[in-house]
């Protein structure tokens, strides 16, 4: 069935999922959830795409996840049925996501936009964690990724404050990869994503699993890992020809393989 809160294109190597609740400033509910993971994880087993792109509209990446979905549950509905389980797989897909983010990125649009591995803001947007104003907390990955990110101060500056920071002061703060004027957003993210996407294809998963070992294990466990993905990409053709194209002062032709 065609999804419905959300829009998905390909563009050359490049899927595009757009989240596409306008109604509710991109709130995240339980059905957009799903369409998102679903869309994101077919990009993900297809070999044709090598970049993915996450935007909203140009006033909200996302609001945060539905509060009016939220409102009633019970504490035991959160464990038992745990209705935003999903979204661990799309942070753990192998395949390099840029998220576009223009306008707000709240609460869960924050924490969707860090489980991507580019930021690129439109210098209009806002960053925040608000949860402590509706009497809750961060509940996917706020509290760990923003420390992670730009570090305990930071984070608990805008987790127990719930102010909105400005894409410039994300940028500083380092929750932003590039920040660019509103207008030009999806037009530079299309541009950086086409290159990453014509990129060896094994050496971006490679590069990507290494860069989230950086942040889930030791130095020593993270610098084995890489060890070993880096020897692992002589196999490729991609290596070879990556290589030789250098030697030989030409573009390379990869294979993806
Ligand atoms: C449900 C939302 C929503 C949200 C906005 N809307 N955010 N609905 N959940 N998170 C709806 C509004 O109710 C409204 O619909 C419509 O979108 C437009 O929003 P307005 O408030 O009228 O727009 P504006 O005045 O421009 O204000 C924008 C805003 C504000 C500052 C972003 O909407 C806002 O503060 N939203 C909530 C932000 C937030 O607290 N996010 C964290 C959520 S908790 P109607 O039909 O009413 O007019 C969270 C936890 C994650 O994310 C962890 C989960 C496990």
């Not at 860090?114 to 608000?130: E, H, K, N, T, Y």
């Not at 994300?170 to 990869?177: I, K, P, Q, T």
């Given at each position: 069935?065609?999804?419905?809160?959300?829009?998905?294109?390909?563009?050359?190597?490049?899927?595009?999922?757009?989240?596409?609740?306008?109604?509710?400033?991109?709130a995240?509910?339980?059905?957009?959830m799903?369409?998102?993971?679903?869309?994101a994880?077919?990009?993900?087993?297809?070999?044709?795409?090598?970049?993915i792109?996450?935007?909203?509209s140009?006033?909200?990446?996302?609001a945060?996840?539905?509060i009016?979905?939220?409102?009633?549950?019970?504490s035991?509905?959160w464990?038992?049925?745990?209705?935003?389980?999903?979204?661990?797989r799309?942070?753990?897909?192998?395949?390099?996501?840029?998220?576009?983010?223009?306008?707000?990125?709240?609460?869960?649009?924050?924490?969707?936009?860090?489980?991507?591995?580019?930021?690129?803001?439109?210098?209009?947007?806002?960053?925040?964690?608000?949860?402590?104003?509706?009497?809750?907390?961060?509940g996917?990955?706020?509290?760990?990724?923003?420390?992670?990110?730009?570090?305990?101060y930071?984070?608990?500056d805008?987790?127990l404050t719930?102010?909105?920071?400005s894409?410039?002061?994300?940028?500083?703060?380092?929750?932003?990869?590039?920040?660019?004027?509103?207008?030009?957003?999806?037009?530079?993210?299309?541009?950086?994503?086409?290159?990453?996407?014509?990129k060896?294809?094994?050496?971006?998963?490679?590069?990507?699993?290494?860069?989230?070992?950086?942040?889930?294990?030791?130095?020593?466990?993270?610098?084995?890992?890489?060890?070993?993905?880096?020897?692992?990409?002589?196999?490729?053709?991609?290596?070879?020809?990556?290589?030789?194209?250098?030697?030989e002062?030409?573009?390379?032709?990869?294979?993806?393989?």
């Amino acid at each position: 069935t065609a999804p419905e809160t959300i829009q998905v294109e390909t563009r050359g190597r490049v899927g595009w999922i757009t989240l596409d609740r306008p109604e509710a400033l991109n709130a995240l509910n339980a059905q957009i959830m799903r369409e998102v993971v679903a869309a994101a994880t077919a990009f993900d087993a297809d070999p044709a795409i090598g970049a993915i792109v996450l935007t909203g509209s140009a006033k909200a990446f996302a609001a945060g996840a539905d509060i009016k979905e939220m409102e009633a549950k019970t504490s035991v509905d959160w464990l038992v049925d745990d209705p935003f389980g999903e979204w661990p797989r799309f942070a753990a897909i192998r395949t390099p996501v840029i998220a576009a983010v223009s306008g707000y990125a709240l609460g869960g649009g924050c924490e969707l936009a860090m489980m991507c591995d580019l930021i690129v803001a439109a210098d209009s947007a806002r960053f925040g964690q608000p949860e402590v104003n509706l009497g809750v907390l961060p509940g996917i990955g706020g509290t760990q990724r923003l420390v992670r990110a730009i570090g305990y101060y930071k984070a608990a500056d805008m987790v127990l404050t719930g102010r909105l920071i400005s894409a410039e002061d994300a940028e500083r703060a380092g929750l932003v990869s590039r920040v660019v004027p509103a207008d030009d957003l999806l037009d530079e993210v299309a541009t950086i994503a086409e290159g990453i996407a014509a990129k060896s294809l094994p050496s971006l998963y490679a590069a990507k699993a290494a860069l989230d070992a950086a942040l889930e294990t030791s130095l020593a466990e993270g610098l084995r890992f890489e060890r070993h993905a880096f020897a692992a990409q002589f196999d490729t053709h991609d290596q070879k020809e990556g290589m030789a194209a250098f030697r030989e002062k030409r573009d390379p032709d990869f294979t993806h393989r």
